[in-house]
């Protein structure tokens, strides 16, 4: 358990039979109790499975906000998750940068709810995409009248008695991963450190202007790529539970071992979509709560 594990609690919810000793094999710090319920219609933040790639539901009575909205080939899985949870309206969509597994299924989202704003960073012009997927998001925006935000490092928003921020990206780097938006949401008094695919040379800047990084959840960057999540940067943040983003048996081998393997030298109890499918965490009388939806 994790190093904090004695003031949080955390309960399991699996919603299929899995084979007990296969299960607990691919799960790291199995020492939680099952149950056999559902994951429906619930406020808090959603780590969706779209398996090789990134997508984030923050629900609050207060607004409801997307992050990054998976692959192309996923788009119609996440919409009727989105669906099932009763969203109707994007307060906000941030799209952490433009990559496929990131925004592939953003035209969808767009086209298949009321998006009131969407976040994006600065590409600089020698590195905007061509690609066809970028298009098909840039369409959707300019169709559906989508107020566009450029990401800005320092900007804050607010929503009922919550709130995130922009930590990020602090340069125009060269790459469209280090350009990832990095966010802290304030959710009911917890928080969450969402990191795209932002790379080590985007996190070290990000330590060098931010003195607190602190956090209770961290999305692991780049689905737990050794490219990302350096020591330092890990251990700023000092994260409860990590959550990594990836698809089961891909073709990268993410989550890299130097990174799963870093965050059991720091005790800090880590999920994995492509095991655990859907992960919700939810905060029930000022503690964190986690389910697992296994798909």
Known sequence: MSKKSGKILVAVVVAIVLICGAFSSKVPFLQDVFNDTEVTDSNGVH???VGQGDSILV?????????DAGPGINAGDLTSYLKEQEIETIDYFITTHPHEDHIGGADDVIYSFNVKNIII????????PTTKVFENMLDAIEERNVNVIQAESGAKYTFGENSFEILGPNDEYED??????????????KTFMFTGDTEKESEYDTLKKYSD?????LKVAHHGSSTSSSEKFVKAVSPDFAVISCGYDNSYGHPHDETTDLLEKLNIEY?????????????????LVVNKEVA
Request: charged share 25%; net charge negative.
């Open 59 to 67: 629900k609050t009575e207060d607004a409801d906000i997307l992050i």
């Open 271 to 287: 999920f994995r979509t492509d095991n655990d499918g859907n992960i919700v965490f939810s905060i029930e009388n000022g503690e």
């Open 47 to 49: 780590f969706i499975d």
């Open 213 to 217: 990084l602190s956090a209770d959840v």
């Open 176 to 189: 469209l991963n280090m350009l990832s938006v990095i966010t802290r949401f304030t959710v009911g008094g």
């Open 121 to 128: 960073p600065y590409i600089p012009e020698s590195v905007i």
